[in-house]
């Protein structure tokens, strides 16, 4: 029989006093009680609603009732069918608004928390470390894959598993993408997405990284001198957006993802780290997506005192509800209703002949009203008049969002693109105007979710399959 409890057995967590000034994993992760008393929530629904949320397809009922038995190993073998980053996707999908999103449980309580779920058996399945891979026999067909990120990993895992010689170019020295670069180490461990990758490899798969794809090779290179067949791009979206205001180039002021770079692959947080971030007292991000999230609560644990500004309300957030529960829980203030209109400056003395060598002192702010929905069916923010206001920081972190590098496309020939930046893709296949060059994730959308961008890469390898078995 079912358990009939309304809520999910909650995530336990590291208190926030504590986990504020450390960089260890805030979600500590599911006993194996909670895990079967969590699994016994779901009704095993005729119809499976919940995986018509999930991008990947995962069989959802099917690996839950193999945890209500307490046959942990089995339901990872059931979710390793079909995503290649389990442990990942566990920790960071927006799952509320996916599978959970679509579950029976959730009309009177909450869902099943399906993620919680699959966090907890990919960390039992990857606990025991006694796991072999043999990869498979080659068909001697070479794909390249250009990103190590979420949709290029995918996409190379399943073609691998084809049987595909697949080579992943990362222009980093370090695979893993945004998984590795972007999302923090309290959310995601980086020894998580290392192992997802060793997992890849024993597939067969080669990674080169300081590969930098438009400098060092070409994607005409690769296909007509190196003999690769395919080419699938997930470079994704690390161009980052500016709000175009006086003060920019101030010292002291990042984008999102300079930041979080510095921070999560540098380690800029460690003492004897070669790439520091300014030691900041105060802190504004501007911006109120999770990547603004993650870079108030880096800058939090660097012991800043950190404030979100952000034009529109608190209902309004665009970032996941754990992760703005967990800012607020951390001591991070939100000035919503606020809109920046200049960083300012001041001058050290001995830089007074150099204009960009202002530090910044503070953000000058305006107050907004929300008005009538606009395109994206949020309410427009409008500006309050003589509504001026300034907030006392030494530094700034944008995290407006990205676009795409225009490396790749700008070295590609008969490579089609959207006129901000994105590559234009089947939305099913991911072919591109290019025969034979595929695409996916971030490179064709712009920033999304991990979800979304591995969906893309598991449709892209099923359709490069099916080309190249077609010549």
């Not at 957006?241 to 999102?256: L, R, T």
């Amino acid at each position: 029989m079912a358990n009939m409890r309304l809520d999910k057995n909650p995530m336990p967590v590291q208190e926030p006093e504590i986990r504020n000034r450390n960089f260890s994993e805030v979600a500590l992760g599911y006993t194996e009680e909670q895990a079967i008393d969590e699994a016994q929530r779901c009704l095993n629904c005729k119809n499976k609603p919940c995986i018509s949320g999930c991008p990947v397809k995962i069989h959802i009922p099917e690996f839950i009732e193999k945890v209500a038995k307490g046959d942990f190993e089995e339901a990872y073998n059931i979710i390793a069918e079909s995503s290649a980053l389990p442990a990942v996707c566990g920790r960071v999908c927006p799952q509320e608004n996916q599978c959970e999103g679509k579950c029976v449980r959730g009309i009177k309580g909450e869902s099943v928390a399906i993620g919680r779920l699959e966090r907890f058996v990919a960390d039992y399945h990857n606990a025991k470390e006694n796991n072999s891979i043999t990869p498979p026999a080659s068909n001697g067909h070479k794909v390249a894959v250009i990103g190590s990120g979420p949709s290029g990993l995918t996409c190379a895992g399943d073609l691998a598993k084809m049987g595909y010689d697949v080579t992943i170019f990362e222009a980093l020295h370090v695979a893993g993408g945004v998984l590795v670069y972007g999302i923090p180490e309290f959310r995601l461990p980086k020894a998580i997405v290392s192992r997802e990758i060793e997992g890849l490899k024993a597939l067969g798969v080669e990674i080169k990284t300081n590969s930098v794809i438009g400098k060092l090779f070409s994607i005409d290179e690769l296909m007509d001198d190196m003999g690769y067949e395919a080419v699938f791009i997930g470079s994704g979206a690390g161009l980052p957006k500016f709000m175009g205001i006086k003060g920019e180039n101030c010292k002291g002021v990042y984008s999102a993802n300079e930041f979080l770079t510095r921070i999560n692959l540098m380690k800029a947080y460690l003492d004897d780290s070669d790439t520091p971030v300014q030691a900041a007292q105060r802190v504004a991000v501007v911006g109120g997506g999770n990547v603004a999230m993650d870079a108030a609560r880096c800058a939090k644990r660097l012991g800043a005192e950190v404030y979100i500004v952000y034009r529109r309300g608190m209902e309004e957030l665009p970032a996941r509800k754990e992760e703005i529960e967990h800012a607020i829980e951390e001591g991070i203030v939100f000035k919503t209703l606020t809109n920046p209109t200049e960083i300012l400056c001041y001058r050290n003395e001995n830089d007074k002949k150099d204009p960009k060598n202002g530090f910044v002192c503070g953000i000058k702010c305006v107050e907004m009203e929300l008005g009538e929905p606009d395109a994206s069916g949020r309410r427009r923010p409008i500006v309050k008049e003589n509504s001026e206001f300034t907030i006392d920081v030494d530094s700034v972190i944008m995290a407006l969002g990205t676009s795409p590098n225009p490396l790749i496309t700008s070295t590609t020939n008969g490579l089609e693109t959207e006129k901000w930046g994105g590559i234009i893709a089947d939305e099913q296949t991911g072919q591109t105007s290019r025969e034979g060059v595929f695409a996916g994730g971030d490179a064709v959308t712009g920033a999304a979710t991990v979800i979304l961008a591995m969906g893309a890469g598991k449709n892209a390898a099923e359709a490069i399959d099916k080309y190249i078995k077609s010549k």
